[in-house]
């Protein structure tokens, strides 16, 4: 696995960004088999049960303590309200902050592991995500736009999922250039690059709730998270 900068030629799974493009894939997501994480592929990197049952349902409460007095009101109707970021959380809520920073150590562990980049590789922000039943994401990448412009993110070169539940129907991430669903595990870690190799929807959530961590990963110092390095 390796981030978009870093690619010489464009992969078959990669999508190219072109001047006037709007969307960077249109089909069935449905259509796609599942990948479970925790099984070996080589475009990704999982890991299953990096939490316990009682770290996920922590979080969870967490996010349901704190939504509305803390969820960003950002990002447009779609995003406003649903989604906490991380250094937003009461001091309170130390415990939950704690597995959290835990999860970021362990995924850029993970990351540098794996990939032994020749520069030093970043925690970005993190953030608890509520979905709801009826929602979706359309494809996209985590550092561009489809017509190639940079996005609100462009440092982003590493993207994060980790699965606090699975006891709800649809919300699966999937990828269509890999032709693959995640099949939602919970306490499982998806971890993928931000860029056009790793475009990526989610389906429509239609029973119960989702809810996610969320974080990202940048060789730009200047994007780091203050608060990543710290042991609470």
């Known amino acids: 696995m390796s ?4 690619a010489a030629t464009v992969p078959p ?11 960077w894939w249109r089909g069935d997501a449905l259509q796609f088999p599942y990948h479970r994480p925790g099984d070996h592929h080589r475009h990704f990197i999982t890991r299953k049960d990096l939490l316990s049952p ?9 996010c349901e303590r704190n939504l509305e007095a803390r969820a960003a009101r950002a990002g447009g109707e779609y995003w406003s309200g649903r989604f906490i970021w991380q250094n937003n959380l009461p001091e309170s ?4 902050i704690r597995v959290m920073q835990q999860v970021r150590a362990q995924t850029l562990t993970i990351l540098n592991q794996a990939l032994r980049p020749d520069e030093p590789l970043y925690s970005d922000t993190a953030q608890l995500v509520r979905w709801h039943e009826g929602i979706e994401l359309a494809p996209h990448v985590d550092n561009m736009e489809p ?3 940079p996005n609100i993110s462009p440092h982003r070169s590493f993207s994060s999922i980790l699965y606090l539940n699975d006891d709800y129907e649809g919300g699966e991430t999937y990828f269509p250039g890999h032709g693959i669903r995640i099949k939602p595990t919970a306490g499982a ?7 056009p190799e790793y475009v990526h929807g989610i389906t429509r959530v239609t029973r119960g709730l989702r809810y996610t961590y969320a974080g990202w990963f940048t060789y730009d110092k200047a994007f780091e ?3 990543a390095p710290k042991v609470f």
Do not use: H, M, W
Request: aromatic content about 8%; proline content about 7%; overall charge negative.
């Open 93 to 96: 809520e130390i415990d939950a």
């Open 3 to 6: 981030d978009s900068s870093a």
């Open 189 to 195: 870690l998806v971890v993928f690059g931000a860029g």
């Open 54 to 62: 009682a770290q996920c349902r922590l979080l969870i409460d967490c």
């Open 147 to 149: 017509d190639g412009r």
């Open 13 to 23: 799974y990669a999508f190219a960004p072109k001047p006037g493009q709007t969307s």
């Open 225 to 227: 998270d203050p608060n």
